[in-house]
Nanobody, 118 residues
Framework: VQLVESGGGLVQAGGSLRLSCAAS????????IGWYRQAPGKERELVAR???????NYADSVKDRFTISRDNAKNLLSLQMNSLKPDDTSVYYC?????????????WGQGTQVTVSS
């Protein structure tokens, strides 16, 4: 399975970006797929994830600003990011579990850079 992220870029604080993650295979049976981010010198952290049943979890720092969604028919995961802050600057990765399993996250994309200027 290959995951390819797109949609990153440079945006001013308060702006919006929409990230997309295209999977090479079906994600219909993927129980756990989500977005993670890693800033220089920091550990990778969960941003948001969505289960096969549509349940979502968000990091406290992005609640009410980011929205995760999945389109199983298109094998696509998205992240709508609004009211962006400089602290959101990071490389954003798409990660998914193996079909039929919730953990671990086995498959990762190459990442897309998001830079928020103040």
């Amino acid at each position: 399975v290959q995951l390819v992220e797109s949609g990153g870029g440079l945006v001013q604080a308060g702006g919006s970006l929409r990230l997309s993650c295209a999977a090479s295979g079906s994600i219909s049976n993927t129980k756990n797929i989500g977005w993670y981010r890693q800033a220089p010198g920091k550990e990778r952290e969960l941003v948001a994830r969505i289960t096969s049943g549509g349940a979502t979890n968000y990091a406290d720092s992005v609640k009410d600003r980011f929205t995760i969604s999945r389109d199983n028919a298109k094998n696509l995961l998205s992240l709508q990011m609004n009211s962006l802050k400089p602290d959101d600057t990071s490389v954003y990765y798409c990660g998914k579990s193996r079909s039929g399993y919730y953990l671990p996250i086995e498959f990762w994309g190459q990442g897309t850079q998001v830079t928020v200027s103040s």
